[in-house]
């Protein structure tokens, strides 16, 4: 299926901006991965529709472009107020969006087992009070065949980038905060410290409930080490920040350090 929106939407500098986000440097290598994950299912199932589910999808950033690339898809949050921003987001640009209150845990008991092509699980892990328990849920939820896309944060770059900062105490509490599990935990249930995993503990944990991993990518592998609107001013330096990020997502020893890992579970 090819990534173009459909009229109304506002044509292809809109598809553009709901593609890739405000923020360039995380979403175009997720976006790339996720086509392609789209498209297999498409050929496999000869369904050119796949049921998708945003578990924790917030505002909709990942679930209008979908909607309005013609899937029908369901987000689920916890929030009301982020899904009436969803609605008013997929409304904005003349698709349609279901919206279900709920948690990551009970996912299966929202949407039905067996319901969904595909999964979104994008930094969800880290605030959730039992990621084991939502990772099963979204098992359940998958269909034979189907794919799990997990976004989480990396507890070896939050070590990294502290250490760069100066910050050499927090740095090696965060070091030896990273379990055996390879999972740092939250400090609490409820606060906004998030848990962060390693690549081998969060592959571990989409493994638990039975699931297969594919493909994993580093997003923010460089990007996350530099000042704040480092690459905003010049247009062609960020674009070759953005070339060198897609390079580096893959690399093994550069993927590992990346803020953020993308790992992708099929059932």
Known sequence: MAAE???????????ERRLYGRDGMRSPVVWDVLREVVAARVAQT??????????????????????????????????????????RRAAEVHVRLTA???????????????????????????????????????ARVLRPGATVSVLAAN????????????????????????????????????????RRFTLAGLT???????????????????????PAGAADADAAAADALRALEDAAAVYPALRDIAARLHVLGHR
Not at 5 to 15: C, I, S, V
Not at 115 to 135: N, R
Not at 158 to 183: F, Q, S, W
Request: glycine share 16%.
């Open 46 to 87: 000869g369904r050119e529709a796949l049921d998708i589910v945003d578990a924790g999808g917030g505002t909709g950033g990942f679930a209008v472009p979908f909607a309005a690339l013609g899937h029908r898809v369901t987000v689920v949050d916890p929030s009301p107020d982020a899904l009436a921003a969803a609605q």
């Open 204 to 226: 571990a944990l989409i493994e638990s409930p039975g699931l297969r991993t594919g493909d994993a990518h580093g997003i923010r592998v460089f990007a996350g080490l530099l």
């Open 5 to 15: 929106f459909p009229p109304g939407t506002g044509g292809a500098a809109l598809g």
């Open 155 to 194: 507890a070896v770059a939050a070590v990294l980038h502290r250490a760069l900062a100066g910050r050499y105490t927090e740095a090696r509490e965060l070091l030896l905060g990273i379990g055996p599990g390879g999972v740092a935990q939250r400090e609490a249930p409820g606060t906004d410290v998030p």
């Open 100 to 138: 279900v209150q709920g948690d990551a845990d009970g996912l299966d008991g929202l949407v039905g087992e067996s319901a969904a092509d595909l999964v979104l699980c994008h930094s969800v892990l880290e605030y959730v009070d039992a990621p084991a328990a939502s990772m099963a849920a979204i």
